[in-house]
Each structure stands twice: as structure tokens, then as C-alpha cells.
């Protein structure tokens, strides 16, 4: 029988925000592909009360509607309240019997989607250099804004390796894709109108950042575990 609890409880376990809790659930559950009938029946809740806690930035459930979402959502209480937020992925221990396969291109394209956070590798005078950099992918390329005089302009003119993954901690499994080619400007008006207009968002680190630096793709690889 379904709980049809629709009143928040005293009893609650908190994030790092309360309004983080809602975008939290609905990212888990469109991830997984699942609708919120389906999320409510796993976890013995009605769809409504699942609608206002995905909602609802006041909605404090308690730790036992916690519970039931987490596993209805094949993750942790922690990890969907935001309190595994300033940890590193990957703190689970490996699964049993994990499946290791390796990526076709297209399934890479696939898991890189439209945009996402990467991390960017290139060698520099001064040595190696990592950073984070928020891209979107346009017909093909990898693409990305920043400002001439941040580290991420030295990728200008060199080749570089752009890396990015997801890891499920709770099901200690994940992918990661690699795109390795060459980074260059990008100069041409037709060309930046059209990043402007096809590129998902704004930098996430803000400010003036008017040069627009792709990855023309010479490689793409990408492997996955599962359990």
C-alpha cells in the first residue's frame, strides 16, 4: 500500500540547501529515464507527494521517505540531499563483479550529448596542465568561452585531451569519453554567431569571456563499467 503522506515532517534530513533536495530527485529520475508515477510506485509514495517535493524548494521530507526515494533512485540519502557535495566521485567501494566495455564513437557523441563539465589536458612550457571547463558540443566539435588571459587560452594551437565522465557512486559504476585534437581559436562572425546561438549556457565561472576556443576531434574513445 502506498504511503500518502503529503505533509513535511519535523524529522528531516537536510542538504546543503533546502531548494537543492527538488533538482536533485528530478535530475536522478530523468537520468534514469523514469517519470515520477514511476519513481512514487518504487517508492511507495503518491505521485503528488513526489511532485512537491520535486517542486517545492520548503519540502523537508523525512528520513524515511528519504530512504525509500534513495533506493527508488538507485542512490544514497546522502548523495541526494547534497551532502556528498564538496567530496570527490568515486568514494564506494568497487562492485561485485563489475563489467569493463569499451565505447563505440557513437555511443561516445551519445554520453557527451549537447554539453556538460570536462576536464581539459594540454601540455604547456611549464609543464602539464588540468582544468575544469563547462563545454558544448556544435556539429561536431567540441566548443568552449573563455578569456584571452586564462590558462585555458594556452590550449590555443596545441593538441589537447578533453575528458569527461560521470560516476554513480551508489552503484559504484560509470563511463568516461575521451576527445583528443587540436584547440583553435574560433575568429570567423558567422561562425561565433552561430556558437552563440547553438552553445547551451554562459561560462560558469562568469565575467567577460568573448573567445570562443574548439576541439576539432582526431580521436574519440571511451570505455564503461558496470555492475
Given at each position: 500500500m502506498r504511503n500518502m503522506a503529503a505533509q513535511p515532517s519535523s524529522n528531516a534530513v537536510r542538504g546543503n540547501s533546502t531548494g537543492d533536495l527538488g533538482r536533485r530527485i528530478a535530475q536522478r529520475r530523468k537520468r534514469?529515464?523514469?517519470?515520477?508515477?514511476?519513481?512514487?510506485?518504487?517508492?511507495?509514495?503518491?505521485?503528488?507527494?513526489?511532485?512537491?517535493?520535486?517542486?517545492?524548494?520548503?519540502?523537508?521530507?523525512?528520513?524515511?521517505?528519504?530512504?525509500?526515494?534513495?533506493?527508488?533512485?538507485?542512490?544514497?540519502?546522502?548523495?541526494?540531499?547534497?551532502?556528498?557535495?564538496?567530496?570527490?566521485?568515486?568514494?564506494?567501494?568497487a562492485g561485485r563483479r563489475p563489467k569493463f566495455t569499451e565505447l563505440s564513437p557513437q555511443a561516445c557523441w551519445d554520453l557527451l550529448s549537447t554539453h556538460g563539465v570536462g576536464r581539459l589536458a594540454v601540455t604547456t612550457?611549464?609543464?602539464?596542465?588540468?582544468?575544469?571547463?563547462?563545454?558544448?558540443?556544435?556539429?561536431?566539435?567540441?566548443?568552449?568561452?573563455?578569456?584571452?588571459?586564462?590558462?585555458?587560452?594556452?590550449?590555443?594551437?596545441?593538441?589537447?585531451?578533453?575528458?569527461?565522465?560521470?560516476?554513480?557512486?551508489?552503484?559504484?559504476?560509470g563511463w568516461s569519453v575521451l576527445v583528443c585534437g587540436p584547440a583553435s581559436c574560433v575568429t570567423d562572425p558567422d561562425s561565433v554567431r552561430l556558437l552563440k546561438e547553438r552553445a547551451y549556457s554562459e561560462p560558469w565561472p562568469g565575467g567577460q569571456r568573448d573567445m570562443w576556443i574548439r576541439i576539432n576531434p582526431l580521436s574519440v574513445t571511451g570505455r564503461r563499467i558496470t555492475v
Open positions: 534514469l529515464g523514469l517519470s515520477q508515477e514511476e519513481v512514487a510506485d518504487r517508492a511507495g509514495m503518491a505521485a503528488s507527494y513526489l511532485q512537491y517535493l520535486e517542486e517545492q524548494p520548503i519540502a523537508t521530507p523525512g528520513a524515511a521517505s528519504l530512504l525509500r526515494l534513495a533506493g527508488a533512485l538507485e542512490t544514497t540519502v546522502r548523495e541526494l540531499t547534497g551532502g556528498d557535495v564538496a567530496l570527490p566521485p568515486g568514494l564506494g567501494q612550457p611549464s609543464g602539464p596542465l588540468i582544468l575544469p571547463v563547462n563545454y558544448s558540443v556544435v556539429e561536431g566539435l567540441i566548443v568552449f568561452r573563455t578569456h584571452p588571459h586564462t590558462a585555458l587560452a594556452q590550449t590555443l594551437g596545441c593538441q589537447v585531451a578533453c575528458e569527461v565522465d560521470h560516476i554513480d557512486g551508489a552503484l559504484s559504476q
